[in-house]
């Protein structure tokens, strides 16, 4: 099975733009998680969508928001950057979301830098 | 509210045991895991351990769970070059799909 795919790898935008990335699941995986990693706060929750719709949420501003299409594939989007909004996110997938065998299995990150 | 702390930094000889440390502080988490970075990649699942477990051994990876002390461990045995990364421990919330991290171990390994 192919791993998780995130598009772009690398961004770069300035502040006051928008930004969407990007994050196709494991075939069959209907969970998918965001996470920011930045060497300041490290790696922070940002929200999961579980079949099109957002089960959780972490704490962050209204900025930040995402979408979950009906193949699974989900979208994250950032209006109005900041310069602190420079980071890697990465994306994660599992089967259900919860239970014995599900575990996040995470793609390899878009690194947006915002100038 | 929930916090996972490592310490920073580990170097060891190749060869050599290698022990990572955890502590967490949510009691109710289901499932503790270890991940992997390497430099400019994702996050690599190791392994992961049920809270009602001690220990769980895979190859060379051995992890300890201390649930009265809430202590979590990653022991790699004959370590590698190719070990060398960031570990990053993390514990699950119970109720959905989200993990809350530590800030990383840097694994130095030298030969």
Known sequence: ?115 | GEDVEQSLFLSVREGDSSVINCTYTDSSSTYLYWYKQEPGAGLQLLTYIFSNMDMKQDQRLTVLLNKKDKHLSLRIADTQTGDSAIYFCAEDDNAGNMLTFGGGTRLMVKP
């Not at chain 1, 940002?46 to 209204?62: A, D, H």
């Open chain 1, 1 to 115: 099975k192919a791993g998780v795919t995130q598009t772009p790898r690398y961004l770069i935008k300035t502040r006051g733009q928008q930004v969407t990335l990007s994050c196709s699941p494991i075939s069959g995986h209907r969970s998918v998680s965001w996470y920011q990693q930045t060497p300041g706060q490290g790696l922070q929750f940002l929200f999961e969508y579980f079949s099109e719709t957002q089960r959780n949420k972490g704490n962050f501003p209204g900025r930040f928001s995402g979408r979950q299409f009906s193949n699974s594939r989900s979208e994250m989007n950032v209006s109005t950057l900041e310069l602190g909004d420079s980071a890697l996110y990465l994306c994660a997938s599992s089967s259900l979301g919860r239970g014995l065998t599900d575990t996040q299995y995470f793609g390899p990150g878009t690194r947006l830098t915002v100038l």
